[in-house]
């Protein structure tokens, strides 16, 4: 179909133009219904056959013109587009699902959460926000479960961002995954909730072998304000120089400014006692190599004597 992008976008504009004008006729109201719809159609039949058969331009602007002018229309189609080797006819099909709203949608677009474009990932995600809650919350926590570690952050994501109370016990789960990335969204969607449910698993990812995750799991039990993260944020405060602050902007947020005399306190004490542990040490070490290498002359002065 030798159809160009450009005449398409005249169509769609055409096409506005010609129902403003039969809205605006004398003719009975059922009839202009009537006609607009037919015209409409047949429109969507054409970006239907050229988004089949056009090249790489004609498609991005016939998948653009269907999510103006035949969004109810498109359904398949647009579900079908989320696997199209273009991304931009992707992320055009993802918006147009998001707008949608279709309960049919929901596990197309879930399963694209896998995409590999960034672009197409950020239309997905926008298209799943405009679902209810009650509509795709479990999917999302069922995709919690799935084989693909990014399907499995997003969902975390994104269930952070719903703010659905009743996804906490999921996401406390997640902040177990294998994959790091999950974990840090776990905490963070877990931090954006501020369920007390979640206070002792957020405590216990304290010691997650990921930097990262460690910073959030500081940063949620902060803003939680709850007493019982007091002294394992005092003692990572201690044992983890690259989460001092943090530690310390944390523990201001649950104890108030007050409390920092207190900490720098330790702190300065604790150095002191590194650096008193250390010089013992070393002290010990150099006595016990004086001591060896006393022995040593000694022994070696007898057998010089003996020869």
Same mark, same amino acid.
């Not at 906490?168 to 909730?193: H, M, N, Q, W």
């Not at 995750?213 to 709850?226: C, N, R, Y």
């Given at each position: ?41 047949? #429109?969507? @039949?054409? &970006?239907? !056959? $050229?988004?089949?058969?056009? /090249?790489?331009? +004609? %498609?991005?602007? *016939?998948?653009?013109? =269907? ?99 009743? #996804?906490? @016990?999921? &996401?406390? !789960? $997640?902040?177990?995954?294998? /994959?790091?990335? +999950? %974990?840090?969204? *776990?905490?963070?969607? =877990? ?117």
């Amino acid at each position: 179909m030798g159809i160009e992008a450009q005449r398409i976008d005249h169509l769609i504009q055409f096409l506005d133009k010609i129902e403003q004008e039969i809205t605006d006729t004398c003719m009975d109201k059922t009839r202009r219904k009537e006609l607009i719809e037919t015209l409409r159609n047949e #429109v969507i @039949e054409v &970006l239907k !056959i $050229a988004f089949m058969e056009g /090249d790489r331009t +004609v %498609r991005h602007s *016939a998948m653009y013109g =269907l999510s103006k002018v035949g969004l109810d229309q498109s359904l398949d189609l647009f579900l079908s587009a989320l696997n199209d080797s273009d991304e931009h006819v992707r992320g055009w099909a993802a918006e147009a699902l998001g707008k949608l709203k279709n309960n049919r949608a929901i596990q197309g677009l879930i399963k694209a959460l896998a995409d590999e474009n960034h672009y197409v990932c950020f239309n997905v995600c926008s298209a799943l926000k405009h679902f209810e809650p009650e509509q795709i919350v479990p999917h999302l926590t069922q995709a919690l479960q799935d084989t693909d570690q990014q399907i499995r952050r997003l969902a975390c994501k994104l269930l952070g961002e719903i703010g659905d109370q009743q #996804v906490t @016990e999921g &996401l406390i !789960i $997640a902040l177990k995954d294998e /994959d790091s990335g +999950v %974990r840090y969204e *776990a905490a963070e969607a =877990l931090r954006k909730l501020r369920n007390p449910a979640s206070i002792l698993p957020l405590i216990s990812a304290l010691h997650d072998p990921n930097h990262d995750v460690q910073a959030v799991a500081i940063m949620a039990l902060g803003s939680f304000g709850d007493e019982r993260a007091v002294e394992p944020l005092v003692a990572m405060m201690i044992e983890q120089k690259n989460h001092r602050h943090a530690c310390l902007e944390a523990l201001r947020s649950i104890c108030g400014d007050e409390c920092l005399d207190t900490l720098f306190d330790l702190i300065r004490a604790s150095k002191k006692a590194i650096s008193e542990t250390a010089a013992t040490i070393l002290k010990n070490m150099y006595r016990r190599n004086s001591e060896n290498m006393s022995i040593s002359s000694q022994q070696y002065q007898r057998a010089g004597s003996g020869g």
